[in-house]
C-alpha cells in the first residue's frame, strides 16, 4: 500500500507543478519511469521528496520536462478540441 500512496502523491505534485490534470498524471508518471528506465514506485519517491529539497536527478528531470512539454502541447493544440 505504500507505494500506490507514494505514486498518489507524486502525481499530485505532477499536478500542482506542471500543470497536468489529474488523469494525465499517470501517464506523465509512466513515460518517465520508462524514459529513464527507473521503476515507477522509484520515479514516484524521487519525485515525492524534490519538493521538501530532495535531489531531483537529471535524467528524471529531462524525462519529465520533456513528458510535461509534449503533454501541454497536446492539451494546447490549435485543432479546437482543447
Given amino acids: 500500500m505504500l507505494g500506490r500512496a507514494r505514486i ?3 502525481m499530485g505534485v505532477l499536478v ?3 500543470g497536468a490534470a489529474p488523469d494525465e498524471a ?3 508518471l509512466r513515460e ?3 524514459n529513464t528506465n527507473r521503476k515507477l514506485r522509484m520515479v514516484a519517491e524521487i ?3 524534490w519538493p521538501a529539497g530532495g535531489p531531483l536527478l537529471d535524467d528524471v528531470r529531462e524525462a519529465l520536462d520533456a513528458a ?3 503533454a501541454a502541447s497536446t492539451r494546447h ?3 479546437g478540441h482543447f
Fill in 26 to 28: 499517470w501517464d506523465l
Fill in 77 to 79: 493544440c490549435s485543432c
Fill in 68 to 70: 510535461v512539454a509534449a
Fill in 16 to 18: 500542482a507543478w506542471g
Fill in 47 to 49: 519525485l515525492v521528496g
Fill in 8 to 10: 498518489d502523491q507524486a
Fill in 32 to 34: 518517465v519511469s520508462m
